[in-house]
């Protein structure tokens, strides 16, 4: 049996599948057509059975299926082994730290995403989205969502104990906004590559943040950095790698004309850029959260307030009390309770 396809009057591309000719169905629309080639082109029935099928088959995994994977299930143990350890000291405070965070990210994050979705460095696959908000799928704000609470609770689990009196000095808080701030200016050439858009983009838009953070608790950041570096290292590398595969999965896939074509083991490096960059904003963000109000616990507002930005009688001097000492405190009296207690 056979079935006769007429000529199609319409667009000859549709994302995925080539030209009409290339899905077996029509004529070559790449050549011009003329009055003695607009015949009826005979295919086989089979063969546009066999090309109908493919293009209505279901996506491998959706987006929603995604997260009820991979980004649900360590969230899920983690919280459950936090609930019944005794990690955490403070869980309310814990709770409402991964919360701020995950607002910021959501607010912050919306804009950029949607634009970098307008400009076409990435898409998503044929029926992996449930709807959009804005051009983003409402899947993706989840995951703006889900990544703080990830990358918090696996904090939480490290123990992080802050200390209200470590050092507040500068030169922790310039080197480090200055490095940040660095990043973002050497990065802004590549919005204008073909080929760097992506890159670029995470860059100038997390460099900011980054060198905030740096500029208001430096000194506490590089003091912590081990802390911080495996709060960052492990939820980067979980994420890197269930990324890889909902791009073989065809969940979501990045424009070759937007990214630099660089990757390890099939993960485009812009991809793993992206999970570095967020999770260390994320995990600078709950390391000073729980030290203002560990300071805030041990001084008062205004000391709390003194390690950000040091000020008024709580600003660092040399001999009398310094900005890294709570009100009411005295070093001679403290060091002879410390020898008493020895």
């Not at 918090?152 to 940040?180: K, M, Q, T, V």
Request: hydrophobic content about 45%; overall charge positive; cysteine-free.
């Amino acid at each position: 049996m056979i079935e006769a396809t007429p000529t199609l009057r319409r667009s000859p591309q549709r994302e995925g599948y080539g030209s009409a000719n290339e899905r077996g169905i029509g004529t070559d629309w790449r050549k011009p057509t003329t009055k003695a080639t607009k015949t009826a082109v005979v295919r086989p029935a089979s063969s546009v059975l066999q090309v109908r099928t493919r293009m209505s088959a279901p996506p491998a995994l959706t987006y929603t299926e995604f997260h009820l994977l991979f980004v649900l299930p360590p969230i899920t143990l983690l919280a459950l082994a936090l609930a019944v350890s005794d990690r955490l000291d403070r869980p309310r405070e814990t709770i409402a730290g991964i919360a701020l965070l995950a607002a910021i990210a959501t607010v912050y994050t919306t804009p950029w995403d949607n634009y970098l979705i307008a400009r076409g460095v990435w898409a998503y696959g044929e029926g992996t989205i449930s709807g959009r908000l804005w051009l983003a799928p409402i899947e993706e704000y989840a995951f703006f969502v889900l990544q703080p609470v990830l990358a918090g609770l696996w904090f939480g689990w490290l123990g992080y104990a802050p200390n209200p009196e470590s050092p507040i000095g500068y030169r922790a808080r310039l080197a480090g906004a200055g490095a940040w701030v660095a990043v973002a200016v050497s990065s802004a050439w590549l919005l204008a590559t073909s080929g760097g858009l992506y890159l670029g983009a995470i860059a100038v838009w997390a460099a900011p943040i980054a060198a905030l953070q740096w500029a208001l608790g430096g000194a506490v950041l590089w003091r912590n950095r081990r802390e911080l570096a495996l709060g960052v290292a492990i939820p980067t590398l979980y994420l890197s790698v269930v990324d890889r595969i909902a791009i073989g999965l065809g969940i979501w896939r990045l424009s070759p004309a937007h990214t630099t074509g660089l990757g390890v083991g099939g993960l485009p490096i812009e991809e793993g850029v992206f999970f570095l960059v967020t999770t260390t904003l994320v995990v600078q963000g709950l390391l000073l959260f729980h030290w203002v109000l560990a300071r805030a616990r041990a001084g008062g507002t205004a000391y709390a307030l003194a390690g950000l930005i040091p000020v008024g009688r709580y600003r660092e001097q040399r001999g009398g009390r310094g900005a890294n000492e709570p009100a009411g405190s005295n070093r001679a009296s403290d060091g002879i309770e410390r020898k008493r207690d020895a």
